[in-house]
Structures are given as C-alpha cells and as structure tokens.
C-alpha cells in the first residue's frame, strides 16, 4: 500500500494520503514509479508533507517540483514539515534567499 507520494525526483518531501503516526514505516512512490520507505519521526496529518531527507535551516523546500519555501529550523529526514518549521514562499519577504540543495 502506498501511504506517500512525491511528484518530482527532485521534491525533498513527500504528501501522506492518509494520517501516519510517529514510527511508522511509509512507503512512497515517485511519478516514475519507483517506490522507497522511511520511517516519520512525527505524527503527519491527512495531505501534510514529511521530509525525504534533511534540509537544513534556511535551505528551500520543495513540493511537485516547485520552490514551497525555506526552513525556518534544521528539518530531519522523515519529519512533519508544516508552518512550524517552514517560512512558505506565498510570504516572500519571510522565505527570500533560501538555498538550494
């Protein structure tokens, strides 16, 4: 069963279509098919993202391909990204100069 799925290779999080709990082991799937497991270190809500891998503070973040925004805080692979931890890019000001990986 497939619990995530990522839109673009180079997307550093993924979108849970159900709820996960903290400590499960998720499958994704890539838009070319190719599936991997993590394991999330925190509850993720129904749509939310988790990182695929870590993405240190003021780095982008992004989602179906597109720069989402720049983490406010060091992000751990298989961690909830949400408004907690990410400066989203719809505040310009907030999320201007974030690096690539």
Same mark, same amino acid.
């Given at each position: 069963? =497939?619990?995530?799925?990522?839109?673009? *290779?180079?997307?550093?999080?993924?979108?849970?279509?159900?709820?996960? @709990?903290?400590?499960?082991?998720? #499958? &994704? #799937? &890539? %838009?070319?098919? @190719?599936?991997?497991?993590? #394991?999330?270190? *925190? *509850?993720?809500?129904?749509?939310? @993202?988790? +990182?695929? =891998?870590?993405?240190?503070?003021?780095?982008?973040?992004?989602? &179906?391909?597109? &720069?989402?925004?720049? +983490? #406010?805080?060091?992000? %751990? @692979?298989?961690?909830?990204?949400?408004?907690?931890?990410?400066? %989203?890019?719809?505040?310009?000001?907030?999320?201007?100069?974030?690096?690539?990986?």
């Amino acid at each position: 069963m =497939r619990d995530a799925i990522v839109i673009e *290779d180079s997307d550093n999080v993924a979108i849970a279509v159900h709820p996960l @709990k903290k400590g499960d082991e998720v #499958t &994704y #799937t &890539y %838009s070319s098919g @190719k599936e991997e497991k993590i #394991t999330v270190r *925190d *509850d993720v809500p129904l749509f939310h @993202k988790f +990182a695929l =891998r870590d993405v240190p503070e003021g780095h982008q973040v992004t989602k &179906y391909g597109e &720069y989402i925004g720049v +983490a #406010t805080q060091d992000i %751990s @692979k298989g961690q909830w990204v949400h408004t907690h931890n990410l400066a %989203s890019s719809d505040n310009l000001e907030a999320a201007a100069g974030g690096k690539n990986e």
